[in-house]
């Protein structure tokens, strides 16, 4: 029984981080193809942000114990929470293009690198939101993502792989404004799902419980 919990409340965890990022990328594809304009982020730069917010992290967060009860609407309380923030990221990256385009004189590859930062930093966001009820070692796999972003973003090498240029210090500034902006968004959106959806006390499972019919 306790192996059961365990796997169904992880996937419920670990499907808003591939749902979130289903629609903000149906979203993307639709605007950008709409507008005509060039899709934000080039392929190898989408692996490096979806290893950092999604992949490594779902890793993790898959195999820890979790002792919630199963409740009906797994499908339900996902979408509630995937589907909002994804548009919220969405939302962000295209704030950000909105404003190289309107500004104007900046290069392709640092409009790029700024729709790179802003998703990474949302992402990351709903990465915590998900992770809740906060443990030292969750605290741990979202502060190692932040240290890998931040790598990713600093040391050479990956800069020149994964073709990242910083943003010229406006571009940057719109970047993090609305990266901040979304977070915030984000955050907001937890509280409510929380209160909507509250989750029950962990139960503890004991022999006696299992055998009972």
Same mark, same amino acid.
């Given at each position: 029984?306790?192996?059961?919990?365990?796997?169904?409340?992880?996937?419920?965890?670990?499907?808003?981080?591939?749902?979130?990022?289903?629609t903000y990328a149906v979203v993307l594809s639709i605007v950008f193809g709409a507008?005509?304009?060039?899709? +934000?982020?080039? &392929?190898?730069?989408?692996?490096?942000?979806?290893?950092?917010?999604?992949?490594?992290?779902?890793?993790?967060?898959?195999?820890?114990?979790?002792?919630?009860?199963?409740?009906?609407?797994? =499908?339900?309380?996902?979408l509630a929470m995937a589907v909002p923030a994804g548009i919220i990221v969405a939302?962000?990256?295209?704030?950000?293009?909105?404003?190289?385009?309107?500004?104007?004189?900046?290069?392709?590859?640092?409009?790029?690198?700024?729709? #790179?930062?802003?998703?990474? =930093?949302?992402? =990351?966001?709903?990465?915590?939101?998900?992770?809740?009820?906060?443990?030292?070692?969750?605290?741990?796999?979202?502060?190692?993502?932040?240290?890998?972003?931040?790598?990713?973003?600093?040391?050479?090498?990956?800069?020149?792989?994964?073709m990242l240029e910083w943003p010229p210090p406006e571009l940057t500034i719109a970047?993090?404004?609305?990266?901040? #902006?979304?977070?915030?968004?984000?955050?907001?959106?937890?509280?409510?799902?929380?209160?909507?959806? &509250?989750?029950?006390? +962990?139960?503890?499972?004991?022999?006696?419980?299992?055998?009972? &019919?």
């Open positions: 029984m306790a192996e059961g919990r365990q796997v169904i409340a992880n996937i419920e965890r670990v499907s808003v981080l591939f749902l979130s990022k289903t507008l005509m304009w060039s899709f +934000p982020f080039l &392929p190898r730069q989408l692996s490096a942000t979806d290893g950092l917010t999604i992949g490594i992290p779902a890793f993790f967060l898959a195999l820890m114990s979790n002792p919630r009860r199963y409740k009906p609407g797994f =499908l339900k309380r996902s939302t962000a990256v295209l704030a950000v293009q909105v404003y190289s385009v309107a500004a104007g004189g900046f290069s392709a590859g640092a409009s790029r690198t700024a729709s #790179v930062v802003t998703l990474s =930093l949302v992402a =990351l966001s709903v990465l915590a939101a998900v992770s809740r009820p906060v443990s030292a070692l969750r605290m741990a796999i979202i502060a190692a993502m932040c240290l890998g972003l931040v790598l990713l973003m600093t040391v050479p090498i990956l800069q020149e792989f994964f970047s993090f404004a609305a990266a901040s #902006v979304a977070i915030l968004a984000v955050l907001a959106l937890s509280q409510v799902h929380a209160r909507r959806y &509250p989750v029950d006390r +962990p139960a503890k499972v004991t022999q006696n419980s299992v055998a009972r &019919p």
